[in-house]
């Protein structure tokens, strides 16, 4: 079954502890995206990467790194989470020009 | 402010009604998607529009692009209680260099039974 996957679901952590975000796709997608979602706000991206090695900023990219070393995998990492990180994230693949499939969320909370 | 912006920002209709969303966008784009999401948990895709494309069906869904108003809208005819959802348009900016989905802010639809 064509998916993407993220680990965990649910999340709650303390300010400062450094954290990581799976995400994986079995669809052989290009492209893979980091968003974050929040009341009032929509769907806001994080950062994202066309491919193996190539990454890039969205529009909010503060306080969150990612790593493509393999086509499958985009890890989301939080070095030093805050309390406004707080947030819905949802990542997703896709290949270029097509629709995006999105993983399940991740629900983070931190404290 | 967002490249794509929903209206109206919530809709409640009764079942069997149509529903109309409209999308309102800035700048030229390569499609337009529109997605769908229930409560807390993933977007899915429902139907994409390229730039070229005027008009686009898919079962109960209808979408229209009109690209010199920069607009599009979503139609769900005969509506049922399980299209209660949260919709959202995308526009599609990816160029050469670049992977720029943008969303918007969303339209929330409650169907009452």
């Known amino acids: 079954e064509a998916q993407v996957t993220q680990n965990p679901r649910y999340l709650i952590t303390v300010t400062g502890k450094k954290l990581t975000v799976t995400c994986s796709q079995n669809?052989?997608?290009?492209?893979m995206s980091w968003y974050r979602q929040d009341p009032g706000l929509g769907l806001r991206q994080i950062y994202y990467?066309?491919?193996?090695?190539?990454?890039d900023k969205g529009d909010v990219p503060e306080g969150y790194k990612v790593s493509r070393k393999e086509k499958r995998n985009f890890p989301l990492i939080l070095e030093s989470p805050s309390p406004n990180q707080t947030s819905l994230y949802f990542c997703?693949?896709?290949?270029?020009?097509?629709?995006?499939?999105f993983g399940p969320g991740t629900r983070l909370t931190v404290t | 402010s967002q490249q794509g912006e929903e209206d109206p920002q919530a809709l409640s209709i009764q079942e069997g009604e149509n529903a109309t969303m409209n999308c309102s966008y800035k700048t030229s784009i390569n499609n337009l998607q529109w997605y769908r999401q229930n409560s807390g948990r993933g977007l899915v895709h429902l139907i994409l529009i390229r730039s070229n494309e005027r008009e686009k069906h898919s079962g109960r869904l209808r979408v229209t692009l009109d690209t010199s108003k920069k607009s599009s809208s979503l139609l769900i005819t005969a509506s049922r209680a399980a299209d209660t959802a949260s919709y959202f348009c995308?526009?599609?900016?990816?160029?050469?260099?670049?992977?720029?989905?943008?969303f918007g802010t969303g339209t929330r639809l409650t169907i009452i039974p």
């Open positions: 669809m052989n997608h290009e492209y």
């Open positions: 997703a693949s896709r290949r270029n020009g097509g629709e995006q499939y």
């Open positions: 995308a526009t599609d900016l990816s160029n050469f260099g670049n992977e720029k989905l943008t």
């Open positions: 990467s066309m491919n193996v090695e190539v990454t």
